[in-house]
């Protein structure tokens, strides 16, 4: 599959000269789609263009009225005079798409002169529930030396070790080959349902990088709503499930 499957349409010239670019495909937790769909809606963002792919699910997204297209791109202009863009994803992409769809979106945010693009992602940390506490432990890594002395200049934890999946895992690998700075940041997530609460933790870390204040308190009361159904939930459904072998849940990011 070449570059060229994948297709940006803009729908205006939109000027993110040095702007920050977040990537957000679904991943465990649908983290990434929760993070990308809270920042539009937070800091309100209009959309710019478009994706689009013979290879992408034929379908409209239709919201309020108006069709969309499967993934699309926003952007906009915060108070304090940082350019930002937003890709959000109604699909996860197939594996045979991620290469093309990498490499399409990074040439897109080269070619428009942004200055950092990040990809947050949900993780599966074997043996700790994410419903532990209020705080979601989230680390970053950046694909060049820059990147990563931005994350270690906000203190911000670092990814030292493991496998990074999907399309946060391939836009690193080429922005460490093109010298561009990537972060992708992995929020340690439920693989069950939804985690608002991690990302949350996302996008802590990513308005610390930016330097912006985003109030994240309504994903921290979605994320007790959604956990006191699911305590409710396994508790009705405990004595049907007694006795049952438990699935073994996936290891591996995004």
Known sequence: MQVDDVEIIEF????????????GFPSIGLVSTIVANYLIDAFGLRQIG??????????????????????????GILETGEKIAVFVSEF??????????SNSILDWVQKKKCKLLMSPEG????GKSSEAGNVVDAYAIGSTENARK??????????????????????LNIGKHENFDVISILSEAHPNYPDARAAASAINVIATVVGV??????????????????????KQAKPMTSGATAIPQPSMYG
């Not at 792919?53 to 069709?67: I, Y």
């Not at 109030?215 to 409710?232: C, D, M, S, T």
Request: proline content about 8%.
């Open 213 to 234: 204040d985003i109030n994240v308190g309504p994903l921290y009361e979605e994320a007790e709503r959604i956990e006191k159904q699911l305590q409710k939930f396994h």
């Open 50 to 75: 478009a994706l689009n792919s013979p290879h992408f699910p034929t379908l409209s997204v239709v919201h309020t009225g108006e069709p969309l297209s499967p993934v699309r791109i926003y952007g």
């Open 12 to 23: 205006e010239d939109t000027d993110l000269h040095d702007a920050t670019v977040i990537a």
């Open 123 to 126: 993780m599966v940390v074997e």
């Open 150 to 171: 931005t994350l270690q200049s906000k203190n911000i934890p670092q990814f030292k070790n493991g496998i990074i999946a999907g399309v946060s895992g391939v836009l």
């Open 92 to 101: 996860k992409p197939k594996p045979n798409l991620i290469n093309a769809l």
